[in-house]
């Protein structure tokens, strides 16, 4: 296997469509880039706890903590991220204003504030990342090797992350100004990539083009495209054809049936099979058509397999190797 894709990249931002499995595919590659001795962080900003659910550890705080042991003994650790708490976070680093804060979250104004300027939000919730990503820079002895953030989905991700523009109307000038050219050095410059995460349907691929568009526009880094959840085709090419077609040889099929011994039933199961090799073509056809659609974005594009037993931990290192051969970490 040749290097990585992004081998100076330290930040990497998941987006992807709800339901495409963003979060599982954050952790895979939390883990991926955690192989050999490695640390990495995986932070979620939506309150979902959903890296501890993939994990299956207890709900995340607002703390650094290990949640697993990477390939080669590396860690990776997560941290769930909390718009107050990042709120108080920024006030003593900057300010040394913690209980100020604090009095402030209790009179909720923080939930005000946050409510009426998603801008400050998003701010607060990147400026973490970006302060963990400048620890690497300073050589701090709680560094991480690599950051990976579940982001907010595509729709969202732009906004989300182009927190100079979102914030250009609450403060043109002072602190707040300040923090988000801070959070934009990180963000805009190589240390950070943003993996768009689709499944091969024409909505989720649809949504990955554009927010892929969007993410150029606003000149933030775009890095590569995960398809999450792929099937193999179980036919050739010429039996797809003839499903959609309804040209399957039924008699040839009817007398497989009955020489291996499953003939007393077989003009009952046949028609159903039929129409599931159909729907089976149909559903080949769409992937290879939103497959084609993908490659012409001319984006690093990597597949990940359907797991038929669901996503556990397990699931998650078979990911992460995956995502290794296909060099994502």
Known sequence: MTGPLWPEVCLHVVSGKGGTGKTTVAAALALALARDGRRTLLMEVEGRQGIAQLFDVPPLPYEERKVAVAPGGGEVWALAVDAQEALLDYLESFYNMRRAGSALRKMGAVDFATTIAPGLRDVLLTGKAMEVVRRRQKNASDAY???????????????????????????????????????????????????????????????????????????????????????????????????????????????????????????????????????????????????????????????????????????????????VDGRMA
């Open 145 to 323: 090797d690599a950051v990976v953030l579940d982001a907010p989905p595509t729709g969202r991700i732009t906004k989300f992350l182009n927190v100079n523009s979102e914030i250009s109307g609450l403060a043109k000038v002072g602190p707040i100004r300040n923090h988000a050219d801070l959070v934009m050095n990180v963000i805009a410059s190589p240390m950070t990539t943003v993996h768009l995460v689709t499944l091969l349907e024409e909505m989720p691929v649809q949504e990955t083009i554009d927010g892929a568009a969007e993410l150029r526009d606003a000149g933030l880094p775009v890095g590569g495209i995960i398809v999450n959840m792929t099937r193999n085709a179980l036919l050739t090419d010429d039996q797809l054809e003839s499903a959609i077609a309804g040209r399957l040889p039924v008699d040839a099929l009817r007398a497989s049936f009955v020489s291996a011994g499953l003939g007393t039933h077989v003009d009952q199961v046949l028609p159903g099979l039929l129409d599931e090799a159909a729907d089976h073509a149909h559903r080949v056809m769409l992937e290879r058509r939103e497959r084609q659609r993908l490659s012409e974005l001319d984006m690093p594009l990597v597949e990940l397999p359907f797991l038929t037993g669901g996503v556990d931990l397990g699931a998650l290192y078979t990911l992460a190797h995956d995502l």
